[in-house]
């Protein structure tokens, strides 16, 4: 049985960690039918997010050493989900970015990652829906506020 927590910020956390990794268990169990791994497409999301990135600044992003970045970065473009593009002013820096394939590939992830959550939280009324925004937002602007202090 699990422990019950007396400490209510010490509850929100394991309750956010829990949410956290149930949520990682029903997408991976999702991307089965895909040959992409959790942290490929999380490369491909910040790759996204963040166009013309090198391999420095996508390492500073994802906090990991290039060696093992490269491999799977390396991956991504022979399996023709990301290109390399030479930067026209310094042609020693190249630049990532999702090709067609890669492109499409993500978007199909990020619908069925949608429609995965409407799923999970179908049981939920409109209401109460609204109302764990509204405190999940308050929350995130409590923890970015405190990050800036």
Do not use: W
Not at 7 to 13: A, V
Not at 15 to 39: G, Q, V, W, Y
Not at 126 to 133: C, D, K, Q
Request: hydrophobic share 35%; net charge negative.
């Amino acid at each position: 049985m699990e422990e019950i927590k007396t400490n209510i910020p010490e509850q929100l956390q394991y309750l956010l960690k829990k949410i956290h990794m149930n949520m990682r268990h029903a997408m991976m169990k999702e991307m089965d039918s895909s040959h992409l791994t959790m942290h490929q497409v999380f490369i491909m999301k910040m790759i996204k997010k963040h166009p013309e990135t090198n391999l420095t600044t996508l390492c500073n992003h994802l906090s990991l050493a290039k060696s093992s970045l490269s491999l799977t970065v390396n991956r991504l473009v022979d399996e023709g989900y990301l290109q390399r593009i030479e930067n026209k002013e310094d042609r020693r820096n190249i630049y990532f970015v999702l090709s067609d394939l890669g492109e499409k590939v993500f978007n199909e992830m990020r619908e069925k990652n949608r429609e995965l959550f409407s799923e999970l939280v179908d049981g939920l009324s409109p209401e109460e829906l609204v109302e764990i925004e509204a405190q999940l937002l308050k929350l995130n602007e409590t923890i970015e506020k405190n990050m800036k202090d």
